[in-house]
């Protein structure tokens, strides 16, 4: 029951997470100040909303990708994950189930074109990313994976 209620309460609560796409006085409305502006081959800002520390990465002023960690460092659940996901879904679902590796957990746009998330499992943080900063997490994600990233 608790875990229905905690589903319930995420689908609703996740048109507050910002989205990819947004822009930084948009993100800035909707998380408040930031606490931290790092401005290294590109502007990131980072933010303490609802019990998370949220990392987002800028390109020319549109967020590109976003950093999602629970403020204890716990392991998220399905039900944050996903709602997460579905806050930054864009104009592609996202796939029903994730790719796994050793180390992450792998989400792809129904579309496989337009945004990667990937959840690792170590330090219990969701990276979500457009197809602009993709490969800067190809790292992550297993050779096979790599390869159809290739033409992305």
């Given at each position: 029951?608790?875990?229905?209620?905690?589903?319930?309460?995420?689908?609703?609560?996740?048109?507050?997470?910002?989205?990819?796409?947004?822009?930084?006085?948009?993100?800035?409305?909707?998380?408040?100040?930031?606490?931290?502006?790092?401005?290294?081959?590109?502007?990131?800002?980072?933010?303490?909303?609802?019990?998370?520390?949220?990392?987002?990465?800028?390109?020319?002023?549109i967020s590109?990708?976003?950093?999602?960690?629970?403020?204890?460092?716990?392991?998220?659940?399905?039900?944050?994950?996903?709602?997460?996901?579905?806050?930054?879904?864009?104009?592609?679902?996202?796939?029903?189930?994730?790719?796994?590796?050793?180390?992450?957990?792998?989400?792809?746009?129904?579309?496989?074109?337009?945004?990667?998330?990937?959840?690792?499992?170590?330090?219990?943080?969701?990276?979500i990313t457009?197809?602009?900063?993709?490969?800067?997490?190809?790292?992550?994600?297993?050779?096979?994976?790599?390869?159809?990233?290739?033409?992305?």
């Amino acid at each position: 029951m608790k875990t229905l209620l905690l589903l319930i309460a995420l689908m609703f609560s996740a048109s507050a997470f910002a989205r990819i796409g947004e822009t930084a006085k948009q993100i800035d409305k909707r998380y408040g100040q930031s606490l931290e502006t790092i401005r290294k081959n590109g502007e990131s800002r980072r933010y303490s909303f609802r019990g998370f520390t949220v990392l987002v990465s800028f390109e020319r002023g549109i967020s590109q990708c976003e950093v999602y960690q629970k403020k204890d460092n716990s392991r998220m659940t399905e039900a944050e994950i996903q709602g997460l996901l579905q806050a930054n879904a864009g104009s592609s679902e996202w796939g029903s189930e994730p790719e796994e590796n050793i180390g992450n957990y792998i989400y792809w746009s129904r579309d496989r074109r337009t945004r990667v998330a990937i959840y690792t499992l170590a330090t219990h943080d969701l990276i979500i990313t457009s197809k602009a900063f993709l490969g800067r997490f190809a790292h992550l994600v297993n050779s096979d994976d790599r390869k159809e990233m290739k033409g992305f």
